[in-house]
């Protein structure tokens, strides 16, 4: 969540309840709501880090409220996080090495492993189906989300009938 | 309850030049009212062949068919195609709409081959139209139609003479996203109303609708299950950021 906070406040200073209501703004239903407290602990690493530093505000018949705001060195890893090519899907996950791994042990052939994960994949896009008829037309983060959710798992199914077609 | 649909050993053997390529190789499947089957698989692994003989359109070698409890295989062409009119309802890929007959028409037309009288033809037709939201289309050339637009009267022909059995062949192998969502959306709302469907198809969208996965490879069923669903919650708790 460190760089999420990062950016959040390059556009302006917050105090971490506001930070907690930009992400929920800013993303929709496609983010969790977020833990005020875990909110907290990642502002507390990030000062300790010189990235973020606060400044107490006064409020009348309230405890003071820590104002979070970017250091230039913030600045810094923000940029390299935004200007970093964003690494790849990662192919060689779990079931990968099940396939690869599985047929040598003789606990389960590759045919019956590829058409449970079919049915599994089918599953979860179904879910998806149903999450995006219940999405707001409105949650427009929400909705790319999904969608690229959908892209995906297309592709892991259409791995799946290359993996497939190599038995024959 | 009568299955309507019964398979039994079904082969297919091409014959084009000296050797026999078998296409199909003793598939047993049976399906039960209101249900939603989808069939995937390698391409050449028997799906499309498998649907065109199971709707008639292509002859089997050997094995049965039964469609509600009658065996299909065994009649002559002639009263296959009139069994065919009555009990099966076809989506193709490349819609197949009668290019010279308006879409209209090209709804009525399957109703009134499978014996509907004209009012009743006509009736279907205009209800099939409103529900896809085609009414104002009515007597438009196919031509002058959207691929989606096109596709969504393919399907209201195929449902027109009220089948036992909707088949489907890649019904959405060409069309953009928004299309493929109206199709999709209209093949969940007929399979609620318990409308029976046997679908082939690559997408993932469109065979997550189904309720039973049948995976075909080289000739053979090799995977016939239930297609489970899990979770809820929004987007968010879903989707995993990884």
């Known amino acids: 969540m460190r760089l999420h906070l990062l950016a959040l406040l390059a556009k302006e200073p917050a105090h971490g ?11 929709g239903s496609a983010y969790p709501s977020p833990n005020i407290g875990q909110i907290y602990v990642t502002l507390g690493r990030l000062e300790k880090d010189g990235l973020v530093r606060a400044v107490d505000v006064e ?11 970017l250091t230039a060195k913030g600045r810094d890893v923000l940029t390299t996080w935004v200007d970093e090519p964003t690494e790849g899907p990662r192919v060689r996950d779990e079931f990968f090495m099940k396939l690869v791994l599985a047929p040598l042990t003789g606990i389960a052939d590759r045919m019956a492993l590829i058409n449970r994960q079919r049915r599994h994949y089918l599953g979860i896009m179904s879910d998806l189906n149903d999450l995006l008829s219940r999405t707001a037309p409105t949650d427009r983060v929400a909705i790319l989300l999904i969608e690229g959710a959908m892209l995906h798992l297309q592709a892991d199914l259409d791995w799946l009938e290359r993996c497939q077609e190599d038995l024959a | 309850m ?15 030049g000296a050797v026999p390529v078998p296409a199909v190789r003793g598939v047993d499947l049976q399906v039960e009212p209101g249900e939603f ?24 070698t050997s094995g049965e068919i039964w469609l509600d409890g009658k065996r299909a295989d065994t009649l002559s062409e002639s009263a296959w195609a009139l069994l065919r009119r009555k009990k099966i309802g076809f989506v193709f890929q490349f819609f197949n709409l009668v290019t010279n007959m308006t879409v209209g028409d090209n709804v009525e037309l399957p109703a009134l081959l499978a014996g509907a009288s004209p ?3 006509r009736e279907r037709r205009e209800s099939l139209l409103a529900a896809l939201n085609l009414t104002d289309r009515a007597d438009a050339a196919p031509a002058q139609l959207s691929g989606g637009e096109q596709q969504r009267v393919a399907l209201a022909r195929a449902l027109a003479n009220q089948p036992s059995l909707l088949l489907a062949d890649e019904p959405t192998g060409n069309l953009d996203s928004r299309n493929t969502r109206d199709v999709l959306r209209l093949l969940s709302e007929v ?9 082939v198809t690559h997408d993932a969208r469109v065979a997550s609708l189904a309720d039973r996965l049948v995976s075909l490879f080289d000739g053979e069923i090799v995977d016939d299950g239930r297609i489970a669903r899990r979770r809820t919650g929004t987007a968010g708790e879903v989707i995993d950021l990884r």
Not at chain 1, 17 to 27: R, S, V
Not at chain 1, 59 to 69: E, L
Not at chain 2, 2 to 16: H, P, R
């Open chain 2, 119 to 121: 009012k009743v033809a």
């Open chain 1, 17 to 27: 309840y506001e930070l907690k209501q930009a992400l929920e703004q800013t993303f």
């Open chain 2, 2 to 16: 009568n299955a309507v649909l019964k398979a039994v050993n079904l082969v297919k053997i091409y014959q084009d």
């Open chain 1, 59 to 69: 409020q009348s018949n309230r405890p003071n409220k820590k104002v979070y705001y």
């Open chain 2, 37 to 60: 089957v989808a069939i995937m698989g390698p391409s050449g692994s028997g799906k499309s062949t498998l649907v065109h003989m199971l709707g008639g359109l292509d002859t089997r």
């Open chain 2, 191 to 199: 399979h609620k109303e318990g409308q029976t469907i046997i679908m």
